[in-house]
């Protein structure tokens, strides 16, 4: 029997619907309309097309949404004066700035720069410690897409063995942080997993990934996971986006896993669509923490 599919994009309709509904609850509160600010430097095709689907999706829920294009050539200067006018706006619940940016800026300098309380992408230093020590204020998209889904799929993961490929501080870090702290007050959405993490460095790796019941790929490599790194009946989560001949193919070769796991999320229609529902939900979450 194939795996169920964990579809993405149907999850996200629903909670992109009860932040419409949060948006629309906030503003009739007498609160400011939630509003995200994206910055683009330079004109990588990729980020304009995930910058557009995320300005789409915030007007959608009810919120503002800005785009600040600076051009290629543009000096760190430039964007840190772009991004403390931004954090001084009090229109402005949430900054974007769309890595990768061109070499003469400093990634590190500029995720700095952006005021913790607006960083919905949960890059800055502060907000990662604040995840990393169980009190999160939001949690990075991308991983907490994926906890959204194991979460309304009715997949437990208390108690279960994760295995995490990859270990980028977008994805791979922040998502063993997410499933393997204890669940409290301020951090429900903590996994109470047995959470490893394996990457380039790790011996057998196909070994280590079939000791999963739930198996989340995010490696950046077509295909990589196939049925000899999955457990019978686990639950598979590909986060992987690589383009192959022009097509969006994920880190999972799905048509070998399908037969052996118990659940397979897509690619596409199967993260992607999440991460940026998340995003939504932390700019909510920051609208309504400024009043
Ligand atoms: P990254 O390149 O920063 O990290 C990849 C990780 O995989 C590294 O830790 C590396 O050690 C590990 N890795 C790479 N090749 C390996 C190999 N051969 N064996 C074992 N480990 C290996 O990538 P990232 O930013 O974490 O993204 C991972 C994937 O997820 C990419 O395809 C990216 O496009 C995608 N992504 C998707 C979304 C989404 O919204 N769906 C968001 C972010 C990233």
């Given at each position: 029997m194939p795996a169920q599919k964990i579809d993405g994009q149907e999850l996200s309709k629903a909670i992109r619907a009860e932040v419409a509904a949060g948006v629309a609850a906030h503003v009739a509160a007498g609160g400011r309309p939630p509003g995200l600010a994206a910055v683009l430097v330079g004109d990588n095709p990729a980020s304009e097309v995930y910058v557009r689907s995320k300005r789409k999706a915030c007007e959608d829920a009810g919120m503002n949404s800005w785009l600040h294009r600076l051009p290629a050539t543009a000096s760190e200067e430039d964007l840190l004066k772009l991004v403390a006018d931004l954090n001084a706006?009090?229109?402005?619940?949430g900054i974007l700035v769309q890595l990768?940016?061109?070499?003469?800026?400093?990634e590190e300098a500029i995720i700095n720069a952006i005021s913790p309380a607006k960083d919905v992408d949960a890059f800055h230093p502060q907000n990662v410690g604040l995840l990393a020590a169980g009190h999160p204020r939001y949690l990075p998209c991308t991983p907490f897409g994926v906890q959204q889904m194991l979460a309304r799929s009715g997949?437990?993961?208390?108690?279960k063995n994760v295995v995490v490929i990859g270990r980028s501080n977008i994805v791979g870090k922040p998502m063993a942080l997410i499933l393997m702290q204890k669940p409290t007050k301020?951090?429900?959405?903590?996994?109470?997993a047995t959470v490893t993490v394996v990457h380039?460095?790790?011996?057998d790796l196909p070994a280590v990934c079939r000791t999963a019941d739930i198996l989340i790929a995010a490696v950046g490599?077509?295909?990589?996971?196939?049925?000899?790194f999955v457990k019978p009946g686990a639950a598979v989560i590909d986060v992987g986006i690589n383009s192959v001949d022009g097509k969006l193919v994920g880190d999972v070769d799905a048509e070998s896993v399908s037969p052996v796991a118990g659940w397979l999320s897509p690619?596409?229609?199967?993260?992607g669509p999440m991460t940026i529902t998340m995003l939504l939900q932390n700019t909510l979450k920051s609208a309504v923490a400024a009043k």
């Amino acid at each position: 029997m194939p795996a169920q599919k964990i579809d993405g994009q149907e999850l996200s309709k629903a909670i992109r619907a009860e932040v419409a509904a949060g948006v629309a609850a906030h503003v009739a509160a007498g609160g400011r309309p939630p509003g995200l600010a994206a910055v683009l430097v330079g004109d990588n095709p990729a980020s304009e097309v995930y910058v557009r689907s995320k300005r789409k999706a915030c007007e959608d829920a009810g919120m503002n949404s800005w785009l600040h294009r600076l051009p290629a050539t543009a000096s760190e200067e430039d964007l840190l004066k772009l991004v403390a006018d931004l954090n001084a706006d009090p229109a402005v619940h949430g900054i974007l700035v769309q890595l990768p940016l061109p070499k003469q800026i400093r990634e590190e300098a500029i995720i700095n720069a952006i005021s913790p309380a607006k960083d919905v992408d949960a890059f800055h230093p502060q907000n990662v410690g604040l995840l990393a020590a169980g009190h999160p204020r939001y949690l990075p998209c991308t991983p907490f897409g994926v906890q959204q889904m194991l979460a309304r799929s009715g997949i437990p993961t208390i108690g279960k063995n994760v295995v995490v490929i990859g270990r980028s501080n977008i994805v791979g870090k922040p998502m063993a942080l997410i499933l393997m702290q204890k669940p409290t007050k301020d951090f429900p959405e903590a996994g109470d997993a047995t959470v490893t993490v394996v990457h380039r460095g790790t011996k057998d790796l196909p070994a280590v990934c079939r000791t999963a019941d739930i198996l989340i790929a995010a490696v950046g490599v077509a295909k990589f996971v196939t049925a000899d790194f999955v457990k019978p009946g686990a639950a598979v989560i590909d986060v992987g986006i690589n383009s192959v001949d022009g097509k969006l193919v994920g880190d999972v070769d799905a048509e070998s896993v399908s037969p052996v796991a118990g659940w397979l999320s897509p690619v596409p229609k199967g993260v992607g669509p999440m991460t940026i529902t998340m995003l939504l939900q932390n700019t909510l979450k920051s609208a309504v923490a400024a009043k």
